[in-house]
């Protein structure tokens, strides 16, 4: 690895944890199509890393929900068992998909996410209280079934599918529904990361034709993210109140729509 894709990478981590901690969208988001964009393509690889940093990120985040008691634990368990059993399902569809195709999923995927985050501008509705009653195990273990595979096949957090799910069917609010779905990426997302990188080496690097990919790389280039972007991650947070996050969403969806050209032009 050169110096300049060192530099390249922990100024990714910055970015992703400082937009992570700031809009509340999974470091994925960020850092899988920056490196396709900046370092050339091998979805595979970046996947496999953005699980490990996923787990890093997720864990104490998830700590300070469980602390502050927003994590509503019948959600959880509700979710836990079908995530898990669907994102070893996701990873291993994904292991049969070519670096390319897996590449123009995620593009579309990040079309899915300018939709949310346009949405997210142009409506404003008042946040409910937190809720202390029961919900549905039903409609919280479908989520999580489909929290679970997105997670394995994009190698995603799969917090920006999570929350907007648990808010729609499960009618959790949002400070409940962020908690909750920290808690279940820290497990589900150790699963993937576990199964992804022990896989790793079935796909050819894609910037060095004939050699297969190694857990090492994937180990490299996580090690690499993840200081910068736990860094960005409480720089984020702190900012998240001093600035026009109106303006930082708007800028968020140009790169991502800049992403999305290049990965769906493959």
Request: charged share 10%; aromatic share 4%.
């Amino acid at each position: 690895m050169t110096v300049a894709e060192i530099i390249v990478l922990l100024l990714l981590g910055l970015a992703a944890g400082g937009l992570g901690g700031l809009l509340g969208i999974g470091g994925s988001i960020v850092m899988i199509p920056g490196m396709a964009v900046l370092l050339g393509s091998n979805q595979h690889l970046y996947q496999a890393a953005a699980m490990i940093v996923n787990v890093a990120v997720a864990a104490p985040a998830a700590w300070r929900h469980w602390r502050a008691g927003a994590v509503r634990m019948d959600v959880l368990a509700a979710m836990l068992p079908a995530a898990i059993v669907f994102i070893i399902i996701g990873v291993a569809a994904s292991d049969r998909i070519e670096s390319a195709w897996l590449e123009r999923i995620f593009g579309v995927f990040l079309v899915y996410v300018i939709v949310v985050n346009i949405a997210r501008l142009v409506t404003k509705k008042p946040e409910p209280a937190d809720r202390t009653d029961g919900v549905s195990r039903v409609r919280a273990g479908a989520v999580g079934s489909i929290t679970g595979f997105m997670a394995g096949l994009l190698g995603v957090g799969g917090g920006v599918v999570t929350v907007p799910l648990l808010q729609r069917f499960v009618h959790l609010p949002l400070r409940q529904c962020i908690a909750t779905s920290s808690a279940v990426m820290v497990l589900t997302a150790t699963v993937g990361a576990v199964q992804k990188n022990w896989t790793l080496s079935h796909h050819i690097n894609e910037q060095a034709p004939g050699v297969m990919l190694q857990v090492t790389d994937s180990l490299l280039i996580a090690g690499l993210l993840i200081p910068t972007a736990i860094i960005g991650g409480v720089l984020g947070a702190g900012l998240t109140h001093r600035m026009p996050l109106t303006w930082l969403r708007i800028v968020f969806i140009a790169l991502l729509c800049a992403a999305a050209v290049r990965m769906l032009g493959r």
